[in-house]
């Protein structure tokens, strides 16, 4: 079953800081109807598309063509694609790169950053969203009939595969993308595996944004939360985009507190103003930061906090769900792992 999901929107009566002015939305695959309204809607833009753009030309999620530079960097380029190709000075873009999770990194995980290059005011706000639980994996299989189980974990065909050599025997191998049809499954399997040094086929999940609707919805998301950003000024010298740049460890207001107290860094992108705060609503109170950002902040310091517990030895238990038992783990101040069985307390070291 598909997950429900909030897209995220500045609050009610934000001021509209582009209400009127157009730009360009440099981007393919289908994102528009996941970002235009909610620029539209949120910030006043008009949001052309740019025509002919050819994104694929700074990476692929396939490997055809590698990508240069970090998610954000490509992203920037890609605006810019759409700032020459429209003569807008103003442009929007995203990229995205899947893998291991970047805070656990046994499960998969995604990073999306979407950018606002503005000319006209000499900025760029980026944001960026990572994704806990996206439709990403892949398998190497020699016929169909293997992949029961990952199609299912998949959610084939809602959500599209690609299929290649598991090891190809040359640069012009077969690369099937965008299927969503067992039958067309199949017989893309059998290709690609003739021409596979090992007679099998590499299967992996289309990420591109209209083939993988988790991603889309991610993204629409984003989109949300880079207009929460791009509508609050700096207190200091009013530059549009002001939000977190960073997240730091401070010590504890004294020694029996049993977590510790995160400070939140918060600037924009050319202010020279860097105002740290363990409480988000204290500061530029004149001009108080949207509900759904402070949400958003607070949702994120809730999940370093308990991967902190998760591994830190303080006195507070830190209890995990094995992935294989049903038993409750927990780490004490002695370092040891160990497991309790049901309410009775007992605890030993498992075997």
């Not at 944004?209 to 991603?215: D, G, I, L």
């Not at 984003?222 to 010590?251: F, I, N, W």
Request: aromatic letters at 4%; a positive charge; glycine letters at 8%.
């Amino acid at each position: 079953m598909a997950r429900s999901r909030s897209v995220d929107t500045p609050a009610p009566g934000l001021a509209q800081p582009y209400a009127g002015e157009r730009a360009v939305l440099a981007a393919v695959h289908g994102k528009q109807a996941a970002i235009i309204p909610t620029l539209r809607d949120a910030l006043g833009l008009i949001v052309d598309m740019a025509p002919d753009l050819d994104t694929d030309a700074l990476g692929t999620f396939t490997g055809e063509i590698p990508r240069i530079g970090s998610i954000r960097e490509t992203a920037i380029a890609t605006a810019r694609l759409g700032m020459a190709a429209t003569g807008l000075p103003i442009g929007i873009a995203s990229e995205g790169s899947y893998g291991p999770h970047p805070l656990i990194r046994f499960v998969a995980g995604g990073i999306e950053s979407m950018v606002l290059v503005d000319d006209v005011r000499g900025i760029v706000v980026t944001e960026h969203l990572i994704e806990d639980a996206p439709v990403y994996g892949h398998a190497v299989a020699a016929c169909r009939y293997e992949l029961d189980g990952f199609l299912a974990r998949h959610r084939f065909p809602g959500h599209a595969l690609i299929v290649k050599p598991d090891v190809p025997t040359s640069e012009s191998a077969p690369i099937h993308k965008g299927l969503s049809d067992t039958k067309a499954l199949a017989d893309a399997i059998t290709e690609v595996a003739t021409a596979s040094a090992d007679g099998k086929a590499f299967v992996q999940t289309d990420m591109r944004a209209h083939m993988n609707p988790v991603r889309m919805d991610t993204i629409a998301r984003l989109a949300g939360k880079l207009c929460a950003r791009v509508a609050v000024p700096c207190p200091v010298c009013e530059t549009l985009g002001y939000g977190q740049v960073d997240v730091e460890q401070a010590c504890p207001a004294s020694a029996a507190a049993r977590s510790p107290t995160w400070l939140f860094t918060r600037s924009t992108a050319v202010s020279r103003a860097r105002i740290a705060s363990p409480d988000l609503a204290s500061t530029a109170a004149a001009k108080p930061i949207p509900a759904i950002a402070r949400s958003a902040i607070h949702d994120r310091c809730a999940r370093l906090r308990r991967i902190q517990r998760a591994v830190s030895s303080t006195p507070t238990t830190a209890q995990l769900i094995h992935p294989r038992r049903s038993k409750r783990w927990s780490r004490k101040t002695t370092g040891k792992l160990r497991w309790t069985s049901g309410s009775s307390g007992s605890s030993r070291i498992p075997t």
